[in-house]
């Protein structure tokens, strides 16, 4: 009975293609949101091709959910494809997230803590989407994947240093005087934060497959 059913299941699925697929939308989303940084940029353009990228961000995954079950033969463990597809859609979940609370507070003009953790984003998106390919072959690029995911997690260090220093000129400079504009300064950095710590978590899912399978 096991071995009929095995036969009714698609051997491989294209997971790398669908990996891939998603970390082109983590890239074009982080560059809208960099344009929206930028003192010149339209939120509500910014904020519609963000929302686009997410929703087709969203097809991939599920598209990678609906293959791992019909799939008998996995290039990574389950779980790995899971956990892996999983950080990456928090990252640009998070970049949404961020757009929005710029938008609903009608934020015209970012603080430079946060055009600078903004940056930082646009650059783990690059970084990710030069991993994700070496993954096709983890043997051969094991040591490069290292490398990018230390990348990683020394930008996510970075934003938290930014993030922190951020929190603390604002409480100094209007705190006191705007408690209103600090608690949304607060929410729009927390939630840039966030979106680096979501690549972070993507560093280590391919850590966890390098380690796996190097």
Request: glycine share 6%.
């Amino acid at each position: 009975m096991l071995g009929w059913f095995q036969r009714l299941l698609p051997k491989t699925g294209d997971f790398f293609g669908m990996f891939e697929a998603h970390s082109a939308m983590l890239v074009a989303a982080a560059e809208a949101l960099k344009q929206l940084a930028s003192d010149g940029g339209s939120t509500e353009k910014c904020l519609r091709t963000i929302q686009d990228r997410e929703h087709v961000a969203d097809d991939v995954i599920r598209d990678v959910l609906t293959t791992v079950r019909k799939t008998f033969l996995t290039p990574f463990d389950r779980g790995a494809i899971t956990s892996l597809i999983g950080s990456m859609d928090d990252a640009i979940d998070e970049m949404l997230a961020a757009a929005r609370a710029i938008d609903l507070y009608e934020v015209e003009q970012l603080r430079p803590e946060m055009k600078d953790i903004v940056a930082v984003i646009a650059e783990a998106a690059r970084v990710t989407n030069e991993a994700i390919p070496l993954l096709r072959d983890v043997s051969r690029n094991g040591q490069k994947l290292h490398e990018l995911t230390e990348r990683l997690v020394r930008l996510e260090g970075k934003a938290d240093d930014i993030h922190a220093a951020g929190l603390r000129r604002a409480f100094r400079e209007i705190a006191r005087t705007d408690p209103l504009q600090f608690a949304v300064t607060r929410e729009i950095l927390r939630h840039l934060e966030r979106v680096t710590d979501a690549f972070e978590d993507v560093a280590n899912q391919i850590d966890g497959i390098v380690i796996d399978h190097s």
